[in-house]
């Protein structure tokens, strides 16, 4: 027998509580809700169509961000129920300001000054985690350990801000190599070890990919995966976590899933 999503959602939900900071975005609730391979260097294509090239607005990204239609084999939910390491960016505290980029895209934010933004949290759709019959399956939370969960958003600027955006980001990536500390409210406080380059999904626009290595009380090091492109005035960002790191299991080679980059750039083409 298949599990239900709604006994893998829970398990996620448990699981979420070990590092708010490394997954911000725990599934669950509608589709319809909104959170407010090639070269790493960042690469840009000359084509931008009328729709992406425009800064768009809330509802405009809604309507343009993936869907479970979209992603074959992917359950795909709101990014946000309440569980995030900060409310907002006015609360994330960088303590080397350079290294702000990449420590929204981890806490579930626009990398930039944004106009508008929208989220959505993709992971393996139930039958897809586990396919043991019921009698010989393991735990929920097990299975839902084994799972690479995507946090993807779209975010769009005025003017040139997507390309100063992503100008900030490419600095921060090379910059913050040696790591980082980010605090929520001057309380919370999450160190980052790590910060390497990686090999984008193909994928049209201006490209770039980075791993971030973080610290658990545990003495682990987790790494998570985030892959950002801009379309025009947009900006896709897709951030992966292994459920597994986070559980004290062992962490299997995993990247951003190229066919989440996919089909979210075919919406924005």
Same mark, same amino acid.
């Given at each position: 027998?298949?599990?239900?999503?709604?006994? *893998?959602?829970?398990?996620?939900?448990?699981?979420?509580?070990?590092?708010?900071?490394?997954?911000?975005?725990?599934?669950?609730?509608?589709?319809?809700?909104?959170?407010?391979?090639?070269?790493?260097?960042?690469? +840009?294509?000359?084509?931008?169509?009328?729709?992406? #090239?425009?800064? &768009?607005? +809330? #509802?405009?990204?809604?309507? &343009?961000?993936?869907?479970?239609?979209?992603?074959?084999?992917?359950?795909?939910?709101?990014?946000?129920?309440?569980?995030?390491?900060?409310?907002?960016?006015?609360?994330?505290?960088?303590?080397?300001?350079?290294?702000?980029?990449?420590?929204?895209?981890?806490?579930?934010?626009?990398?930039?000054?944004?106009?508008?933004?929208?989220? *959505?949290?993709?992971?393996?759709?139930?039958?897809?985690?586990?396919?043991?019959?019921? #009698?010989? +399956?393991?735990?929920?939370?097990?299975?839902?350990?084994?799972?690479?969960?995507?946090?993807?958003?779209?975010?769009?600027?005025?003017?040139?801000?997507?390309?100063?955006?992503?100008?900030?980001?490419?600095?921060?990536?090379?910059?913050?190599?040696?790591?980082?500390?980010?605090?929520?409210?001057?309380?919370?406080?999450?160190?980052?070890?790590?910060?390497?380059?990686?090999?984008?999904?193909?994928?049209?626009?201006?490209?770039?990919?980075?791993?971030?290595?973080?610290?658990?009380?545990?003495?682990?090091?987790?790494?998570?995966?985030?892959?950002?492109?801009?379309?025009?005035?947009?900006?896709?960002?897709?951030?992966?976590?292994?459920?597994?790191?986070?559980?004290?299991?062992?962490?299997?080679?995993?990247?951003?899933?190229?066919?989440?980059?996919?089909?979210?750039?075919?919406?924005?083409?």
């Amino acid at each position: 027998m298949k599990r239900s999503s709604r006994a *893998r959602l829970g398990a996620t939900a448990a699981v979420c509580a070990l590092s708010i900071a490394l997954i911000t975005g725990c599934g669950g609730g509608s589709d319809d809700s909104d959170a407010s391979e090639s070269s790493n260097k960042p690469s +840009s294509s000359p084509a931008k169509t009328a729709e992406t #090239a425009k800064t &768009l607005t +809330s #509802a405009e990204l809604k309507k &343009l961000i993936v869907t479970k239609a979209d992603l074959e084999g992917y359950d795909v939910d709101s990014a946000d129920t309440g569980g995030r390491f900060a409310e907002s960016k006015d609360e994330v505290t960088v303590a080397d300001a350079r290294c702000e980029p990449i420590a929204y895209v981890l806490t579930g934010f626009a990398p930039g000054e944004e106009s508008a933004f929208v989220s *959505r949290m993709a992971s393996p759709a139930a039958q897809v985690i586990t396919s043991k019959p019921e #009698a010989e +399956s393991t735990d929920p939370l097990e299975d839902a350990l084994g799972a690479t969960m995507t946090i993807v958003s779209l975010s769009s600027y005025e003017g040139d801000g997507a390309e100063r955006t992503m100008r900030a980001l490419g600095d921060a990536v090379a910059g913050c190599t040696g790591g980082f500390t980010a605090s929520a409210k001057g309380q919370d406080t999450e160190k980052f070890t790590k910060v390497s380059t990686e090999k984008s999904a193909a994928t049209s626009g201006e490209s770039m990919a980075f791993a971030v290595t973080g610290a658990t009380e545990g003495g682990g090091e987790p790494t998570v995966h985030a892959q950002v492109v801009r379309h025009g005035s947009t900006i896709a960002t897709y951030y992966s976590i292994n459920l597994a790191a986070l559980g004290g299991g062992k962490q299997t080679k995993y990247s951003v899933p190229a066919a989440i980059v996919k089909a979210q750039a075919a919406k924005l083409a």
